[in-house]
């Protein structure tokens, strides 16, 4: 499957952003989806994840009640809407694909969105 990152941008705190992941490829119901961060200087780190019919997700604590991760199975694309934006969440966003499992194992990285949040 490849994935292709879009939506990244410059905000003030407090603003918002929705980043868009599109895949194509194998059948996008075979895949959990993830989203994942890297901050400069830092490792990159879980931010979301949503299981292949988007009835279950999952989120770091730090994004918890802030960010939203959806999909549309129909446009083999998920989303992230982040809301109440900190500069703390500046950050290169990656969407990435796991086979469906109960230990999911991201395989498939897309290009990554840079995300600037500013004080």
């Known amino acids: 499957v490849q994935l292709q990152a879009s939506g990244g941008g410059l905000v003030q705190a407090g603003g918002s952003l929705r980043l868009s992941c599109a895949a194509s490829?194998?059948?996008?119901?075979?895949?959990?989806m993830g989203w994942f961060r890297q901050a400069p200087g830092k490792d990159r780190e879980f931010v979301a994840q949503?299981?292949?019919?988007?009835?279950?997700?999952r989120y770091a604590d730090s994004v918890k009640g802030r960010f939203t991760i959806s999909r549309d199975n129909a446009k083999n694309t998920v989303y992230l809407q982040m809301n109440s934006l900190k500069p703390e969440d500046t950050a290169v966003y990656y969407c990435?694909?796991?086979?469906?499992?109960?230990?999911?194992?991201?395989?498939?990285w897309g290009q990554g969105t840079q995300v600037t949040v500013s004080s």
């Open positions: 490829g194998r059948t996008f119901t075979s895949y959990t």
């Open positions: 949503i299981n292949w019919s988007g009835d279950y997700t």
């Open positions: 990435a694909a796991a086979y469906n499992s109960r230990s999911p194992k991201y395989d498939y």
